[in-house]
């Protein structure tokens, strides 16, 4: 079992920074991947970035260039630096955590980006 919490969210203008975090706990060495994903109001849940454990990452469109995932293996964390933050990026934002243990969620930090 792992447990997933996460910080960071916030109001920010827009251009902004934010730096999200993810700390996960309990069966740590069983992960091979962490991932953050948002939501905002009325659509589906879509992948921000991904980082494997071996370091390979992945970014949606809307997260190149401006998005960067890093992960800090011993603490088992992994973070999320936003920058150059627009309004379409408000949402609640969950970190996901996969592996041998299978698919673990938070419960979302919310990202709202307004002047």
């Known amino acids: 079992q792992v447990q997933v919490m996460e910080s960071g969210g916030g109001l920010v203008q827009p251009g902004g920074s934010l730096r999200l975090s993810c700390a996960a706990s309990g069966s740590t060495f069983s992960i091979s991947a962490m991932g953050w994903f948002r939501q905002a109001p009325g659509k589906q849940r879509d992948l921000v970035a991904s980082?494997?454990?071996?370091?390979?990452?992945n970014y949606a469109d809307s997260a190149k260039g401006r998005f960067t995932i890093s992960r800090d293996i011993a603490k088992s964390t992994v973070y999320l630096q936003m920058n150059s933050l627009k309004p379409e990026d408000t949402a609640v934002y969950y970190c996901n955590v996969v592996g041998g243990m299978g698919s673990s969620w938070g419960q979302g930090t919310q990202v709202t980006v307004s002047s």
């Open positions: 980082i494997t454990r071996g370091g390979s990452t």
